[in-house]
């Protein structure tokens, strides 16, 4: 996916070239490829952070799951050192232990 926006991006940098505006690309709201070269950037910065968000869950989830093992049993709450972080991302610690059971059932 983002492959696809970033070739998007070099042919709407490599048509705006021809034109030889006075401007660059991405400056002038006016311009119709402009306009498309910004909506391409602010899809690949929304998917940057969406990418960024799984990784980090990826992470607590590892995490905890490694915690889990060298406990040998289900970590209690206040056993997990991230669990604020966990709590304010997944809404509730139980939402977090379901979480973490569906990854890795699947």
Do not use: A
């Not at 042919?11 to 690309?25: C, F, K, W, Y």
Request: proline fraction near 2%.
């Amino acid at each position: 996916m983002i492959e696809k926006i970033l070739r998007l991006l070099v042919e709407v940098h490599s048509q705006h070239i021809p034109l030889n505006d006075n401007h660059s690309i991405g400056d002038n709201k006016n311009c119709k490829i402009c306009q498309i070269f910004i909506q391409l950037n602010e899809s690949d910065n929304i998917l940057r952070e969406k990418l960024k968000l799984i990784q980090e869950d990826k992470n607590f989830i590892q995490e905890f799951n490694n915690l889990r093992r060298s406990l040998g049993r289900l970590p209690q709450e206040k056993e997990y050192k991230n669990k604020i972080e966990v709590i304010e991302r997944f809404g509730s610690w139980h939402n977090f232990l379901n979480k973490t059971q569906n990854y890795f059932n699947r």
